[in-house]
């Protein structure tokens, strides 16, 4: 497990999203430590900046978008670093929601004064420019609006909506759990039917063989010596066959990959007004 960023307890709320920040902090680690054999001096620090997005990402969304933490976790993680403060505060702004990095909108990081390719929409590249990655995050495209490219902006991993993966396990969680309580209650309702069904079948049985019975008894007082050596079990019970019990089966449901993927678009709201 990862350390804390300070000794300072997290609010109430953190828990819900503490697994997947722990997750990340250990795959940055494991990234740092990776040998740079092969690679370009600036595609060893790509994860550094992809798993930072993920991770700001990750925690805007879960505040804004979903409504999974409150207020003060949200100025917790921003506070504790754990979220990009700058970055956030770029994707408020008309033009910005993808921004991978605010190192990307930087002039005096390029020549000529400009902004990385990944800056430039699809459909305004050429040919040659389509798959054209910035050099320093790795990023495909993160430009606003539409006809902008790939939701994946990183095209890997880091590039994926993380809140709204959990979002949508937690949604195909509540179904599978909730159709395993109808199916209990289905299969309570049809033992207590069959348990009623047998007590009803029971009770005929019962009756039938007590008449049998008196009927023996009124035969035996004219007649003994016919029916000393003889036994009577009575009439036949009823036959029948009893449904039984049917085996819970819990039929999982096929993971939504884009689970409200358009309410993750360019209408974002700026600002956020809680009741706290």
């Not at 993920?54 to 933490?69: P, W």
């Not at 003060?72 to 990009?84: E, M, P, S, V």
């Not at 035996?220 to 000393?228: N, S, V």
Request: glycine letters at 6%; hydrophobic letters at 25%; one cysteine or more.
């Amino acid at each position: 497990m990862p350390p804390r960023r300070s000794s300072r307890p997290p609010p109430p709320g953190y828990d819900i999203i503490e697994p997947v920040i722990e997750a990340l902090e250990n795959e940055l680690r494991d990234k740092v430590k990776e040998s740079n054999v092969g690679k370009r001096n600036t595609e060893s620090i790509w994860p550094v900046h992809q798993i930072n997005w993920q991770r700001s990402r990750y925690i805007y969304d879960m505040y804004y978008t979903y409504n999974r933490i409150s207020k003060k976790c949200y100025d917790y993680c921003l506070k504790q670093k754990i979220a990009d403060a700058g970055l956030i505060a770029k994707w408020k702004k008309p033009g910005y929601e993808r921004l991978c990095s605010t190192y990307v909108i930087n002039p005096a990081n390029y020549k000529f004064g400009t902004t990385s390719i990944c800056r430039v929409p699809m459909k305004d590249r050429g040919e040659n420019a389509k798959k054209a990655q910035d050099p320093t995050t790795g990023c495909l495209g993160c430009a606003s609006g539409d006809a902008t490219g790939l939701r994946n902006i990183f095209g890997n991993k880091y590039g994926q909506n993380l809140a709204a993966v959990q979002v949508a396990r937690d949604k195909r969680l509540a179904a599978v759990e909730a159709k395993r309580e109808r199916e209990a209650e289905r299969l309570r309702a049809e033992e207590e039917e069959e348990e009623r069904q047998r007590e009803e079948e029971e009770r005929k049985v019962q009756a039938a063989g007590d008449g049998e019975s008196e009927t023996d008894d009124d035969d035996d007082d004219d007649d003994d010596d016919d029916d000393d050596d003889e036994d009577d079990y009575g009439p036949s019970p009823a036959a029948g066959v009893w449904a039984g019990s049917k085996k819970l089966e819990a039929e999982s449901e096929a993971i939504a990959d884009d689970v409200e993927e358009n309410d993750n678009g360019d209408n974002r709201p700026m600002k956020k007004l809680r009741a706290e």
